[in-house]
Each structure stands twice: as structure tokens, then as C-alpha cells.
């Protein structure tokens, strides 16, 4: 289910972690960002930045898919890029 809310009423909540997740992913572009780069650029804690690129996957404002293989040899890392919906609300907050 989908809530949609007036972008002044998003901006009184506590959403400074999202919104500076979705520029990080912006930035890197098409290509998008791989999960641990996106928690070392974005914040200070991989496990916090993971809670707050699972929500922003949950609300719709990025996608993650599988990429290229690890370098360290494990398996395929994530790459996170900007939805549709993730591009209309940096635009929208930069209205703001």
C-alpha cells in the first residue's frame, strides 16, 4: 500500500538518512552504486546504512539487482540505482 504525503510534510520527518542515501545513488549515475561503497559513502555504519537502503527498496525509490562479480572473489554484489519515483522526489526536494 502506497501513502502518498504533501513534500512539506516529508521533509518535518525524519528522512535526512533517506534523502542522503538517494543523492548518493544519483551521483553514481546509471551505473548505479554497490552496497558497501553506498554504506561507506553514504554513512558511518554499513548495518545502518543497509536498514536505510532496504527501506528506500521497500518504498520504491531505488531498485537493487545483482552486478558484477566481487573482487574479493564472493558473490555477486548489489547495485542500487534510482527508480522513477526515487528521481521524482530528489527533484521535488530540490523545488524545496
Known sequence: ????????????????????????VKKA?????????LCDKAFDSRSY?????????REGYIVRTGGKKNKKGGGLKRVSRLTEKGKALLEQLLRV
Open 1 to 24: 500500500m502506497t501513502i502518498e504525503v504533501p513534500i512539506s510534510e516529508f521533509l518535518r520527518k525524519d528522512n535526512a538518512a533517506l534523502v542522503h542515501l538517494l543523492k548518493e
Open 29 to 37: 549515475g546509471r551505473d548505479g552504486i554497490g552496497t558497501r561503497k
Open 49 to 57: 546504512g543497509l536498514d536505510i537502503i532496504k527501506r528506500a527498496e
